[in-house]
Protein backbone atom coordinates (compact mmCIF):
# COMPACT_ATOMS: atom_id res chain seq x y z
CA UNK A 1 0.00 0.00 0.00
CA UNK A 2 1.52 3.68 -0.97
CA UNK A 3 0.80 6.56 1.67
CA UNK A 4 2.41 9.09 0.25
CA UNK A 5 1.56 11.55 3.04
CA UNK A 6 3.15 15.27 2.40
CA UNK A 7 5.55 16.39 4.66
CA UNK A 8 3.92 17.73 7.69
CA UNK A 9 4.74 21.31 6.83
CA UNK A 10 3.01 21.24 3.69
CA UNK A 11 -0.36 19.63 5.40
CA UNK A 12 -0.14 22.57 8.03
CA UNK A 13 0.18 25.14 5.45
CA UNK A 14 -3.02 23.58 4.04
CA UNK A 15 -5.30 23.51 7.13
CA UNK A 16 -4.00 27.02 7.44
CA UNK A 17 -5.01 27.74 3.82
CA UNK A 18 -8.10 25.93 4.77
CA UNK A 19 -8.88 27.67 7.76
CA UNK A 20 -8.52 30.93 5.78
CA UNK A 21 -10.89 30.18 3.22
CA UNK A 22 -13.37 28.59 5.53
CA UNK A 23 -13.38 32.59 7.23
CA UNK A 24 -14.34 34.12 4.12
CA UNK A 25 -10.70 35.58 3.58
CA UNK A 26 -9.27 34.17 0.08
CA UNK A 27 -5.50 33.59 0.44
CA UNK A 28 -4.89 34.97 -2.93
CA UNK A 29 -6.61 37.41 -5.29
CA UNK A 30 -7.26 35.39 -8.51
CA UNK A 31 -8.12 36.66 -11.99
CA UNK A 32 -10.16 34.29 -14.68
CA UNK A 33 -9.36 35.15 -17.96
CA UNK A 34 -9.07 34.54 -21.72
CA UNK A 35 -7.74 35.74 -24.74
CA UNK A 36 -8.31 39.42 -26.33
CA UNK A 37 -9.80 38.06 -29.12
CA UNK A 38 -12.42 36.03 -27.15
CA UNK A 39 -15.80 37.13 -27.83
CA UNK A 40 -16.77 37.24 -24.15
CA UNK A 41 -16.73 40.45 -21.96
CA UNK A 42 -17.26 39.04 -18.31
CA UNK A 43 -18.90 35.67 -16.32
CA UNK A 44 -20.05 35.40 -13.41
CA UNK A 45 -19.02 33.06 -10.42
CA UNK A 46 -21.70 30.38 -11.11
CA UNK A 47 -20.90 30.69 -15.18
CA UNK A 48 -17.58 30.06 -14.25
CA UNK A 49 -18.23 27.17 -11.87
CA UNK A 50 -20.27 25.66 -13.81
CA UNK A 51 -17.95 25.46 -16.86
CA UNK A 52 -14.87 24.13 -14.99
CA UNK A 53 -17.24 21.39 -13.67
CA UNK A 54 -18.60 20.75 -16.59
CA UNK A 55 -22.56 21.38 -15.74
CA UNK A 56 -22.88 23.69 -18.53
CA UNK A 57 -21.41 24.51 -21.70
CA UNK A 58 -21.14 28.19 -22.97
CA UNK A 59 -21.48 28.37 -26.91
CA UNK A 60 -20.05 31.76 -28.54
CA UNK A 61 -20.25 32.60 -31.70
CA UNK A 62 -21.50 28.57 -32.57
CA UNK A 63 -18.15 27.42 -30.35
CA UNK A 64 -17.53 26.15 -27.07
CA UNK A 65 -15.45 27.78 -24.51
CA UNK A 66 -13.22 25.54 -23.43
CA UNK A 67 -12.02 25.84 -19.63
CA UNK A 68 -7.82 25.22 -19.00
CA UNK A 69 -7.68 23.47 -15.39
CA UNK A 70 -4.71 24.53 -13.97
CA UNK A 71 -1.62 21.91 -11.89
CA UNK A 72 -0.26 24.13 -9.09
CA UNK A 73 -2.61 22.02 -6.17
CA UNK A 74 -2.37 25.61 -4.18
CA UNK A 75 -3.88 27.81 -6.93
CA UNK A 76 -6.43 25.33 -7.51
CA UNK A 77 -7.40 24.73 -4.15
CA UNK A 78 -8.14 28.54 -3.92
CA UNK A 79 -9.90 28.80 -7.18
CA UNK A 80 -12.54 26.13 -6.74
CA UNK A 81 -12.91 27.25 -3.14
CA UNK A 82 -13.73 31.10 -4.69
CA UNK A 83 -15.95 30.01 -7.32
CA UNK A 84 -17.47 26.50 -5.92
CA UNK A 85 -16.85 26.35 -2.48
CA UNK A 86 -15.26 23.10 -3.25
CA UNK A 87 -11.76 21.44 -1.81
CA UNK A 88 -9.95 19.76 -4.48
CA UNK A 89 -10.63 16.84 -2.93
CA UNK A 90 -14.26 17.25 -3.44
CA UNK A 91 -13.60 18.59 -7.09
CA UNK A 92 -11.68 15.50 -7.87
CA UNK A 93 -14.54 13.01 -6.45
CA UNK A 94 -17.12 14.68 -8.42
CA UNK A 95 -14.90 14.19 -11.57
CA UNK A 96 -14.25 10.62 -10.30
CA UNK A 97 -18.25 10.27 -10.24
CA UNK A 98 -18.87 11.92 -13.54
CA UNK A 99 -15.99 10.13 -15.80
CA UNK A 100 -16.81 6.80 -14.39
CA UNK A 101 -20.29 6.96 -15.23
CA UNK A 102 -19.19 8.64 -18.50
CA UNK A 103 -20.98 11.67 -17.90
CA UNK A 104 -18.50 13.97 -18.70
CA UNK A 105 -14.44 14.47 -18.84
CA UNK A 106 -12.49 17.10 -16.35
CA UNK A 107 -10.89 19.95 -18.32
CA UNK A 108 -7.57 19.39 -19.33
CA UNK A 109 -5.02 20.23 -16.68
CA UNK A 110 -1.78 22.47 -17.39
CA UNK A 111 1.04 23.93 -15.75
CA UNK A 112 0.13 27.66 -15.03
CA UNK A 113 2.84 28.63 -17.06
CA UNK A 114 1.75 26.19 -19.98
CA UNK A 115 -1.71 27.45 -19.48
CA UNK A 116 -0.62 30.77 -19.91
CA UNK A 117 0.94 30.35 -23.03
CA UNK A 118 -1.70 28.80 -24.47
CA UNK A 119 -4.33 30.82 -23.69
CA UNK A 120 -2.27 33.70 -24.55
CA UNK A 121 -2.25 31.90 -28.17
CA UNK A 122 -5.47 31.31 -28.83
CA UNK A 123 -8.84 32.96 -28.29
CA UNK A 124 -11.64 30.60 -26.82
CA UNK A 125 -9.61 28.60 -23.85
CA UNK A 126 -10.25 30.21 -20.11
CA UNK A 127 -8.43 29.56 -17.17
CA UNK A 128 -7.41 31.17 -14.17
CA UNK A 129 -4.16 32.80 -12.85
CA UNK A 130 -3.00 34.84 -9.68
CA UNK A 131 -4.58 38.32 -9.98
CA UNK A 132 -1.41 41.45 -10.90
CA UNK A 133 0.23 41.97 -14.02
CA UNK A 134 -2.29 40.30 -16.18
CA UNK A 135 -2.20 43.07 -18.88
CA UNK A 136 -1.73 39.80 -21.69
CA UNK A 137 -5.18 38.91 -21.29
CA UNK A 138 -8.89 39.59 -20.97
CA UNK A 139 -9.71 39.27 -17.49
CA UNK A 140 -13.40 38.42 -17.09
CA UNK A 141 -13.76 37.91 -13.74
CA UNK A 142 -12.27 38.95 -10.64
CA UNK A 143 -12.15 36.37 -7.48
CA UNK A 144 -11.36 38.59 -4.26
CA UNK B 1 -26.95 38.71 -16.07
CA UNK B 2 -23.05 38.63 -17.29
CA UNK B 3 -21.86 37.72 -20.71
CA UNK B 4 -24.53 39.31 -22.97
CA UNK B 5 -22.97 37.85 -25.82
CA UNK B 6 -23.22 34.18 -24.42
CA UNK B 7 -25.89 32.13 -25.97
CA UNK B 8 -27.27 28.78 -25.86
CA UNK B 9 -27.42 27.15 -29.00
CA UNK B 10 -30.60 25.62 -29.68
CA UNK B 11 -31.10 21.87 -29.05
CA UNK B 12 -30.86 20.58 -32.86
CA UNK B 13 -28.51 22.67 -34.46
CA UNK B 14 -24.78 21.38 -35.87
CA UNK B 15 -22.77 19.93 -33.13
CA UNK B 16 -20.99 22.67 -31.43
CA UNK B 17 -16.96 22.42 -32.44
CA UNK B 18 -15.27 23.36 -29.06
CA UNK B 19 -12.11 25.44 -29.09
CA UNK B 20 -8.81 24.35 -29.36
CA UNK B 21 -9.69 20.58 -28.03
CA UNK B 22 -7.89 18.13 -30.35
CA UNK B 23 -8.87 14.47 -30.72
CA UNK B 24 -7.22 12.48 -28.06
CA UNK B 25 -7.33 9.47 -25.85
CA UNK B 26 -7.35 9.82 -22.03
CA UNK B 27 -6.82 7.11 -19.51
CA UNK B 28 -7.73 7.19 -15.94
CA UNK B 29 -7.80 4.67 -13.11
CA UNK B 30 -9.69 3.54 -10.03
CA UNK B 31 -8.36 1.35 -7.41
CA UNK B 32 -9.52 0.32 -3.82
CA UNK B 33 -7.90 -2.10 -1.11
CA UNK B 34 -10.56 -2.95 1.35
CA UNK B 35 -10.07 -5.25 4.27
CA UNK B 36 -12.57 -6.12 6.77
CA UNK B 37 -13.07 -8.60 9.43
CA UNK B 38 -16.60 -9.59 11.53
CA UNK B 39 -16.01 -8.77 15.09
CA UNK B 40 -18.48 -10.49 16.32
CA UNK B 41 -22.06 -12.04 15.23
CA UNK B 42 -24.93 -14.38 16.24
CA UNK B 43 -24.98 -16.83 13.26
CA UNK B 44 -22.73 -20.07 14.03
CA UNK B 45 -23.70 -22.69 10.82
CA UNK B 46 -22.55 -21.67 7.28
CA UNK B 47 -25.13 -19.37 5.32
CA UNK B 48 -25.78 -20.85 2.08
CA UNK B 49 -21.99 -21.40 1.36
CA UNK B 50 -20.15 -18.54 3.32
CA UNK B 51 -19.19 -19.04 6.76
CA UNK B 52 -20.24 -17.35 9.89
CA UNK B 53 -20.81 -15.01 11.40
CA UNK B 54 -20.63 -13.06 8.54
CA UNK B 55 -21.25 -9.69 6.79
CA UNK B 56 -22.80 -9.14 3.55
CA UNK B 57 -20.41 -5.94 1.97
CA UNK B 58 -21.60 -6.58 -1.76
CA UNK B 59 -24.72 -8.32 -3.00
CA UNK B 60 -24.39 -8.22 -6.57
CA UNK B 61 -20.75 -9.86 -6.26
CA UNK B 62 -21.50 -11.11 -3.07
CA UNK B 63 -18.57 -10.07 -1.41
CA UNK B 64 -19.02 -11.71 1.77
CA UNK B 65 -16.64 -11.21 5.08
CA UNK B 66 -16.10 -13.81 8.24
CA UNK B 67 -14.25 -13.67 11.64
CA UNK B 68 -10.70 -14.54 9.47
CA UNK B 69 -9.86 -10.86 8.15
CA UNK B 70 -10.00 -10.78 4.32
CA UNK B 71 -8.60 -8.57 1.57
CA UNK B 72 -9.87 -10.45 -1.03
CA UNK B 73 -13.61 -9.82 -0.85
CA UNK B 74 -13.95 -6.11 -1.93
CA UNK B 75 -10.50 -5.21 -3.09
CA UNK B 76 -10.35 -3.95 -6.73
CA UNK B 77 -8.99 -2.03 -9.49
CA UNK B 78 -10.66 -0.31 -12.56
CA UNK B 79 -9.15 1.47 -16.13
CA UNK B 80 -10.64 3.13 -17.95
CA UNK B 81 -10.07 5.07 -22.14
CA UNK B 82 -11.68 7.34 -22.87
CA UNK B 83 -11.32 8.81 -26.70
CA UNK B 84 -12.45 12.00 -27.96
CA UNK B 85 -13.27 10.61 -31.90
CA UNK B 86 -13.65 14.02 -33.63
CA UNK B 87 -16.18 16.96 -32.75
CA UNK B 88 -19.36 14.84 -31.41
CA UNK B 89 -18.35 11.56 -30.89
CA UNK B 90 -16.15 9.80 -28.22
CA UNK B 91 -15.76 6.15 -27.08
CA UNK B 92 -15.14 4.51 -23.66
CA UNK B 93 -14.19 1.67 -22.28
CA UNK B 94 -13.92 0.73 -18.76
CA UNK B 95 -12.78 -2.71 -17.14
CA UNK B 96 -12.65 -3.95 -13.91
CA UNK B 97 -10.78 -6.60 -12.09
CA UNK B 98 -12.26 -7.70 -8.07
CA UNK B 99 -10.64 -9.81 -5.71
CA UNK B 100 -14.27 -11.34 -4.96
CA UNK B 101 -14.21 -15.15 -5.07
CA UNK B 102 -17.27 -16.34 -7.56
CA UNK B 103 -16.37 -12.70 -9.23
CA UNK B 104 -12.95 -12.78 -9.32
CA UNK B 105 -11.35 -11.43 -12.53
CA UNK B 106 -12.10 -8.43 -14.88
CA UNK B 107 -15.49 -7.54 -16.52
CA UNK B 108 -16.14 -5.25 -19.16
CA UNK B 109 -18.94 -2.87 -16.94
CA UNK B 110 -18.41 0.29 -19.42
CA UNK B 111 -18.47 0.14 -23.27
CA UNK B 112 -19.79 2.68 -25.06
CA UNK B 113 -20.45 5.21 -27.44
CA UNK B 114 -21.36 9.08 -26.75
CA UNK B 115 -22.66 11.71 -29.76
CA UNK B 116 -23.17 14.73 -29.17
CA UNK B 117 -26.14 16.16 -30.61
CA UNK B 118 -25.47 19.60 -28.90
CA UNK B 119 -24.06 20.87 -26.63
CA UNK B 120 -26.85 19.92 -23.50
CA UNK B 121 -28.02 16.80 -25.30
CA UNK B 122 -25.87 13.48 -25.77
CA UNK B 123 -26.90 10.17 -26.72
CA UNK B 124 -25.26 6.89 -25.74
CA UNK B 125 -25.21 3.10 -27.26
CA UNK B 126 -23.19 0.28 -25.83
CA UNK B 127 -22.61 -1.18 -21.93
CA UNK B 128 -22.95 1.14 -19.35
CA UNK B 129 -23.99 0.63 -15.44
CA UNK B 130 -27.70 0.54 -14.83
CA UNK B 131 -28.50 3.51 -12.66
CA UNK B 132 -30.89 1.97 -9.73
CA UNK B 133 -29.23 3.79 -6.75
CA UNK B 134 -27.26 7.22 -6.51
CA UNK B 135 -24.03 5.78 -6.55
CA UNK B 136 -24.90 2.70 -9.08
CA UNK B 137 -22.70 4.41 -11.72
CA UNK B 138 -19.18 4.79 -9.63
CA UNK B 139 -20.20 1.97 -6.84
CA UNK B 140 -16.50 0.81 -7.52
CA UNK B 141 -15.18 4.13 -7.20
CA UNK B 142 -14.18 4.31 -3.65
CA UNK B 143 -12.79 7.63 -3.57
CA UNK B 144 -15.95 9.36 -5.03
CA UNK B 145 -18.10 8.89 -1.52
CA UNK B 146 -17.51 8.86 1.96
CA UNK B 147 -17.72 5.29 3.35
CA UNK B 148 -15.86 2.11 2.54
CA UNK B 149 -18.92 1.23 0.90
CA UNK B 150 -22.64 2.44 0.34
CA UNK B 151 -24.98 1.19 2.82
CA UNK B 152 -25.94 -2.65 1.61
CA UNK B 153 -28.86 -2.49 2.90
CA UNK B 154 -29.90 -0.72 -0.24
CA UNK B 155 -27.13 -1.09 -2.23
CA UNK B 156 -26.67 -4.10 -4.74
CA UNK B 157 -29.18 -6.04 -6.63
CA UNK B 158 -29.17 -8.83 -9.16
CA UNK B 159 -28.15 -6.96 -12.16
CA UNK B 160 -25.35 -3.99 -12.34
CA UNK B 161 -24.57 -3.36 -15.73
CA UNK B 162 -26.87 -3.34 -18.83
CA UNK B 163 -26.54 -2.85 -22.89
CA UNK B 164 -28.75 -0.74 -24.39
CA UNK B 165 -28.75 3.47 -25.25
CA UNK B 166 -29.82 6.22 -23.78
CA UNK B 167 -30.49 9.72 -23.90
CA UNK B 168 -29.10 12.50 -21.72
CA UNK B 169 -30.43 16.38 -21.31
CA UNK B 170 -28.56 18.77 -19.15
CA UNK B 171 -29.64 22.43 -18.97
CA UNK B 172 -30.05 24.66 -16.52
CA UNK B 173 -33.66 26.09 -14.56
CA UNK B 174 -33.49 29.12 -12.93
CA UNK B 175 -31.14 28.08 -10.22
CA UNK B 176 -31.22 24.60 -10.69
CA UNK B 177 -28.89 22.59 -12.86
CA UNK B 178 -30.35 19.62 -13.96
CA UNK B 179 -29.27 16.60 -15.85
CA UNK B 180 -32.51 14.16 -17.12
CA UNK B 181 -31.89 10.87 -19.05
CA UNK B 182 -33.87 8.27 -20.67
CA UNK B 183 -32.59 4.42 -21.47
CA UNK B 184 -33.65 1.46 -23.08
CA UNK B 185 -32.35 -2.19 -22.90
CA UNK B 186 -31.55 -5.28 -21.32
CA UNK B 187 -29.18 -7.76 -19.64
CA UNK B 188 -28.39 -11.39 -19.28
CA UNK B 189 -26.75 -12.77 -16.19
CA UNK B 190 -25.66 -16.78 -16.60
CA UNK B 191 -24.83 -17.97 -13.14
CA UNK B 192 -26.10 -14.97 -10.99
CA UNK B 193 -24.45 -15.10 -7.50
CA UNK B 194 -26.97 -13.33 -5.74
CA UNK B 195 -30.27 -14.55 -6.96
CA UNK B 196 -28.08 -18.53 -6.26
CA UNK B 197 -28.94 -17.63 -2.71
CA UNK B 198 -32.57 -17.80 -2.93
CA UNK B 199 -32.83 -20.20 -5.59
CA UNK B 200 -30.92 -23.91 -6.01
CA UNK B 201 -28.81 -24.79 -8.79
CA UNK B 202 -27.15 -22.40 -11.29
CA UNK B 203 -29.24 -19.29 -11.61
CA UNK B 204 -29.82 -17.31 -14.98
CA UNK B 205 -31.36 -14.11 -14.80
CA UNK B 206 -32.58 -12.15 -17.79
CA UNK B 207 -33.55 -8.72 -17.25
CA UNK B 208 -35.12 -7.92 -20.51
CA UNK B 209 -37.28 -4.27 -21.70
CA UNK B 210 -35.54 -2.28 -19.69
CA UNK B 211 -37.33 0.87 -19.53
CA UNK B 212 -36.20 4.04 -17.21
CA UNK B 213 -35.77 7.37 -16.59
CA UNK B 214 -33.75 9.74 -14.13
CA UNK B 215 -33.65 13.44 -12.82
CA UNK B 216 -30.83 14.83 -10.91
CA UNK B 217 -31.87 18.33 -9.81
CA UNK B 218 -28.37 20.51 -7.93
CA UNK B 219 -29.20 24.08 -6.37
CA UNK B 220 -26.35 25.58 -4.37
CA UNK B 221 -25.66 22.63 -1.26
CA UNK B 222 -28.69 20.44 -2.47
CA UNK B 223 -28.89 17.77 -4.88
CA UNK B 224 -31.99 15.68 -5.61
CA UNK B 225 -32.15 12.29 -7.98
CA UNK B 226 -35.44 10.49 -8.82
CA UNK B 227 -35.44 7.18 -10.63
CA UNK B 228 -37.85 5.03 -11.89
CA UNK B 229 -36.54 1.27 -14.27
CA UNK B 230 -38.92 -1.21 -15.16
CA UNK B 231 -38.11 -4.28 -17.21
CA UNK B 232 -39.31 -7.85 -17.67
CA UNK B 233 -37.53 -10.79 -15.30
CA UNK B 234 -36.97 -14.10 -16.34
CA UNK B 235 -35.44 -16.19 -13.85
CA UNK B 236 -34.54 -20.23 -14.47
CA UNK B 237 -32.80 -22.34 -12.28
CA UNK B 238 -30.32 -25.45 -13.91
CA UNK B 239 -32.40 -27.68 -10.54
CA UNK B 240 -35.89 -25.94 -10.52
CA UNK B 241 -36.74 -25.16 -14.13
CA UNK B 242 -38.46 -21.95 -14.85
CA UNK B 243 -38.76 -19.60 -11.80
CA UNK B 244 -40.69 -16.33 -13.62
CA UNK B 245 -40.83 -15.94 -17.12
CA UNK B 246 -41.62 -12.01 -18.58
CA UNK B 247 -43.31 -11.05 -15.24
CA UNK B 248 -42.93 -7.13 -14.78
CA UNK B 249 -41.18 -5.41 -12.25
CA UNK B 250 -40.64 -1.74 -11.16
CA UNK B 251 -38.08 0.09 -9.58
CA UNK B 252 -38.84 3.39 -7.99
CA UNK B 253 -36.07 5.84 -5.91
CA UNK B 254 -35.22 8.65 -4.51
CA UNK B 255 -32.10 10.30 -2.94
CA UNK B 256 -31.30 13.71 -1.29
CA UNK B 257 -28.22 15.02 -0.85
CA UNK B 258 -26.48 17.87 1.43
CA UNK B 259 -23.39 19.43 1.40
CA UNK B 260 -23.40 22.63 3.70
CA UNK B 261 -20.43 24.25 4.67
CA UNK B 262 -18.57 21.11 6.66
CA UNK B 263 -21.94 19.17 7.38
CA UNK B 264 -23.34 16.78 5.11
CA UNK B 265 -26.13 14.51 4.68
CA UNK B 266 -26.66 11.31 2.55
CA UNK B 267 -29.61 9.69 1.85
CA UNK B 268 -31.74 7.56 -0.55
CA UNK B 269 -34.94 5.58 -0.66
CA UNK B 270 -35.76 2.66 -2.82
CA UNK B 271 -38.61 0.58 -3.76
CA UNK B 272 -38.37 -2.81 -5.34
CA UNK B 273 -42.22 -3.75 -6.70
CA UNK B 274 -42.23 -7.42 -7.45
CA UNK B 275 -45.60 -8.30 -5.77
CA UNK B 276 -47.76 -9.28 -8.50
CA UNK B 277 -46.00 -12.26 -8.80
CA UNK B 278 -43.11 -12.46 -5.97
CA UNK B 279 -42.35 -9.97 -3.18
CA UNK B 280 -42.00 -5.97 -2.51
CA UNK B 281 -38.99 -4.55 -0.67
CA UNK B 282 -38.30 -0.86 1.16
CA UNK B 283 -35.09 0.25 2.00
CA UNK B 284 -33.24 3.57 3.26
CA UNK B 285 -30.76 5.36 4.43
CA UNK B 286 -29.65 7.95 6.08
CA UNK B 287 -26.16 9.63 6.82
CA UNK B 288 -24.90 12.45 8.07
CA UNK B 289 -21.30 13.63 8.40
CA UNK B 290 -19.23 16.76 9.21
CA UNK B 291 -15.56 17.96 7.58
CA UNK B 292 -13.15 18.19 10.28
CA UNK B 293 -9.70 19.12 8.06
CA UNK B 294 -8.90 16.09 6.28
CA UNK B 295 -11.08 13.95 8.12
CA UNK B 296 -15.02 12.93 7.77
CA UNK B 297 -16.50 11.49 10.46
CA UNK B 298 -19.78 9.97 9.33
CA UNK B 299 -22.81 8.45 11.12
CA UNK B 300 -25.07 6.58 8.51
CA UNK B 301 -28.41 4.31 9.43
CA UNK B 302 -29.40 2.07 7.11
CA UNK B 303 -32.90 -0.36 6.94
CA UNK B 304 -34.50 -3.01 4.43
CA UNK B 305 -37.33 -4.98 4.66
CA UNK B 306 -39.22 -7.36 2.16
CA UNK B 307 -42.53 -8.88 1.89
CA UNK B 308 -43.70 -11.69 0.25
CA UNK B 309 -46.94 -12.07 -1.45
CA UNK B 310 -47.17 -15.98 -0.56
CA UNK B 311 -46.81 -15.12 2.88
CA UNK B 312 -43.71 -16.99 3.61
CA UNK B 313 -41.06 -15.57 5.93
CA UNK B 314 -39.42 -12.09 5.23
CA UNK B 315 -36.26 -10.54 5.59
CA UNK B 316 -35.77 -7.21 7.32
CA UNK B 317 -32.41 -5.86 8.80
CA UNK B 318 -30.94 -2.59 10.02
CA UNK B 319 -27.35 -1.35 9.91
CA UNK B 320 -25.67 1.77 12.14
CA UNK B 321 -22.32 2.41 11.05
CA UNK B 322 -19.41 5.11 11.76
CA UNK B 323 -17.36 5.50 8.60
CA UNK B 324 -14.35 8.04 9.24
CA UNK B 325 -12.70 9.38 6.14
CA UNK B 326 -9.19 10.80 5.85
CA UNK B 327 -7.98 12.39 2.25
CA UNK B 328 -4.30 11.79 2.00
CA UNK B 329 -4.40 14.06 -0.92
CA UNK B 330 -6.29 15.73 -3.54
CA UNK B 331 -6.24 11.67 -4.68
CA UNK B 332 -6.14 8.97 -2.25
CA UNK B 333 -8.20 8.73 0.89
CA UNK B 334 -7.80 6.66 3.77
CA UNK B 335 -11.16 5.25 5.42
CA UNK B 336 -12.07 3.05 8.53
CA UNK B 337 -15.65 2.05 8.81
CA UNK B 338 -17.61 0.07 12.32
CA UNK B 339 -20.67 -1.42 11.29
CA UNK B 340 -23.40 -2.54 13.61
CA UNK B 341 -25.97 -4.79 11.36
CA UNK B 342 -28.90 -6.56 13.01
CA UNK B 343 -30.62 -9.42 11.71
CA UNK B 344 -34.49 -9.28 11.97
CA UNK B 345 -35.76 -11.40 9.76
CA UNK B 346 -38.26 -14.58 9.99
CA UNK B 347 -36.50 -16.17 7.18
CA UNK B 348 -33.34 -18.35 8.39
CA UNK B 349 -30.89 -14.97 6.94
CA UNK B 350 -27.59 -14.42 8.24
CA UNK B 351 -28.01 -13.40 11.75
CA UNK B 352 -26.59 -10.01 13.81
CA UNK B 353 -22.94 -8.55 12.95
CA UNK B 354 -20.20 -6.55 13.78
CA UNK B 355 -17.80 -5.81 10.98
CA UNK B 356 -14.78 -3.53 11.19
CA UNK B 357 -13.46 -2.44 7.78
CA UNK B 358 -10.51 -0.53 6.46
CA UNK B 359 -9.80 0.92 3.17
CA UNK B 360 -7.66 2.83 0.59
CA UNK B 361 -9.09 4.25 -2.67
CA UNK B 362 -7.35 6.38 -4.94
CA UNK B 363 -8.02 7.68 -8.53
CA UNK B 364 -4.94 8.71 -11.12
Redesign the interface.
Known sequence: MHLALPPRHTRLLFLALGVLLASGASAQPISVVTHEDTPVASLSREDVADLFLGKRKLAIAGRVLTPIDIGDETLREAFYQAVAEMSAVRVNAYWARMVFSAQGRPPRKLPLSEARTLVQAQPGLITYVPAGGNGEFKIVLRLP | ?????????PALAAP??????EGDV?V?G?LS?VGGKVLDGSRQTPYNDFECPCFIADWQHMAVYNEDFGLDRESRA?I?L?ARLGEAWSA?L?AVARATEGSRGASLD?A?I?YTLA??WTV?VGR??LPIYYYS??Q??G???PWVRPPQDLYGWEVGSFNGASL?H?T?WGEW?A?ASLFYGGEHSGDNVLAGNYFSGRVEVDWHDILGADLEL?RDWLNLRLVYIQSHVDTRSSLEGDIFSGETQRIYGLAANI?HG?WLVRSELSFFDRWDFYFKSTAAMLGVGYRV??FTPMFTYSHYRDDNRFGDPYQENRTLSFSLRY????????KLQYDRFRDDSTEDFVGDAQLLSIA?DR?F
Do not use: C, H
Open positions: MAGVSLLLLAAAWGERSFLGQDRQVSTPEQKRDFDVFAYANRNRTDNGDDIDASSALYV
